[in-house]
């Protein structure tokens, strides 16, 4: 029943705008096989688009918990922003991860808005993750958005150590829906993110 926690950073480029937000998370076991925990963002943006020209900061914080079917198998659920501090970040979400060979693990989530329609906002991911050596891993994926009108691809490297983990990503989008959501229909964009992790 140990009660651990992490403090992590976040820089994120998309396009022209940026991103950085500071994360806080403490989470504990419930049962042998299952735990609970709390993700508390603070997300600083800065949008100089035409229609926002300024930046803007947001606090935030998310619910979860996992169990372990197997040494291999776990499934997990996680309710993001409950107090609706943003209407963009309302979702709930479902998924599962799977070791296969003790060096890849399969990755998967399902999830809607649980503030709109779900089928009209449903939203899936799946990954596939490698472990190269020791404590470094690879990472590939797909993504599909109807909340956001978006899909695209990503890929990711990380090291994750006793307590300092560290990770850098790249993620491709294109828009598919209505250009109310975020870009024209058709339209393509970049972000690239780099994490810093300590656990406690």
Known sequence: NKIKGAVGYFDQVEGSDKRKRITTSIGGSMTDKSSFGINYKYTKENTPTENAGAGFDYHSFSLGMMHFVSPQLSIGAILDDPTKSKA????????????????????????????????????????????????????????????????????????????????????????????????????????????LAYQF
């Open 88 to 195: 963009h970040l309302t979702k709930g979400s479902v998924g599962l991860q799977y070791v296969a060979f003790d060096f890849a693990t399969l990755i998967a989530d399902i999830g809607s808005d649980y503030n709109k329609s779900v089928a009209d906002n449903m939203f899936y991911r799946s990954a596939v993750q490698f472990k190269l050596i020791a404590d470094l891993y690879v990472r590939g994926g797909v993504f599909s958005d109807k909340k956001n009108q978006e899909k695209g691809t990503g890929w990711g490297a990380g090291w994750v150590g006793p307590k300092l983990a560290i990770e850098f990503g790249m993620k491709f989008t294109k828009a598919i829906g209505d250009p109310s959501y975020s870009l024209l229909k058709g339209e393509r964009y970049r972000e690239m993110g780099i994490s």
